[in-house]
T-cell receptor
Framework: GNSVTQMEGPVTLSEEAFLTINCTYT??????LFWYVQYPGEGLQLLLK???ADDKGSNKGFEATYRKETTSFHLEKGSVQVSDSAVYFC???????????WGAGTKLIIKP | DAEITQSPRHKITETGRQVTLACHQT?????MFWYRQDLGHGLRLIHY???????NKGEVSDGYSVSRSNTEDLPLTLESAASSQTSVYFC???????????FGQGTRLTVV
């Protein structure tokens, strides 16, 4: 079945550091891929998405590229800020399924 | 603006009591989901519905039930609350297979 694996946290970085959070997936067909962010005490909100191979999603300085050859969708940001501290979830949706398959989440802590 | 609202935001209940968590959306989306979020487990699907009168079990449905009498609401009922059901519960909607899911703010439930 479909599955998502993302790197365990917490990830602790200094402000202005480069960020990578790894996400790999297993799926049949042509899934859509998502990154969600959850700030403390809040619900999840979409950060970015990609719906086909080689698509790059981007938002708020974050980027992720849908790599079918490596079944990956790694999240990157060139210079993180304290306000980026949150939990980040990678998710997958099959091409004929309304359900989302979730990674375990990665807590990101940015120190000033 | 369309939105998804969960109530209550916080609840403390006693073991053995029946509890209902409300979820109301104004997007008119057919697809609605209930998740629980626990440390170390990420998001786990409890129940979901693809339309009025349709309900389906997710991976952790034991002890929970839902009903869908209209498009806007998907209440989650804990038949007899247990301490293992202490968690944060999120309701979500999703219009199509390649679109994002929209989340409520969550309900923090404590069973004592």
């Amino acid at each position: 079945g479909n599955s998502v694996t993302q790197m365990e946290g917490p990830v602790t970085l200094s402000e202005e550091a480069f960020l990578t959070i790894n996400c790999t997936y297993t799926a049949t067909g042509y899934p859509s891929l998502f990154w969600y962010v959850q700030y403390p005490g809040e619900g999840l909100q979409l950060l970015l998405k990609a719906t086909k191979a080689d698509d790059k999603g981007s938002n708020k300085g974050f980027e992720a590229t849908y790599r079918k050859e490596t079944t990956s969708f790694h999240l990157e940001k060139g210079s993180v800020q304290v306000s980026d501290s949150a939990v980040y979830f990678c998710a997958l949706s099959g091409d004929s399924n309304y359900q989302l398959i979730w990674g375990a989440g990665t807590k990101l802590i940015i120190k000033p | 603006d369309a939105e998804i609202t969960q109530s209550p935001r916080h609840k403390i209940t006693e073991t053995g009591r029946q509890v209902t968590l409300a979820c109301h959306q104004t997007w008119n989306h057919n697809n609605m989901f209930w998740y629980r979020q626990d440390l170390g487990h990420g998001l786990r699907l409890i129940h979901y519905s693809y339309g009025v009168q349709d309900t389906n079990k997710g991976e952790v449905s034991d002890g929970y039930s839902v009903s869908r009498s209209n498009t806007e609401d998907l209440p989650l009922t804990l038949e007899s609350a247990a301490s293992s059901q202490t968690s944060v519960y999120f309701c979500a909607t999703r219009p199509e297979t390649n679109t994002e899911a929209f989340f409520g703010q969550g309900t923090r439930l404590t069973v004592v």
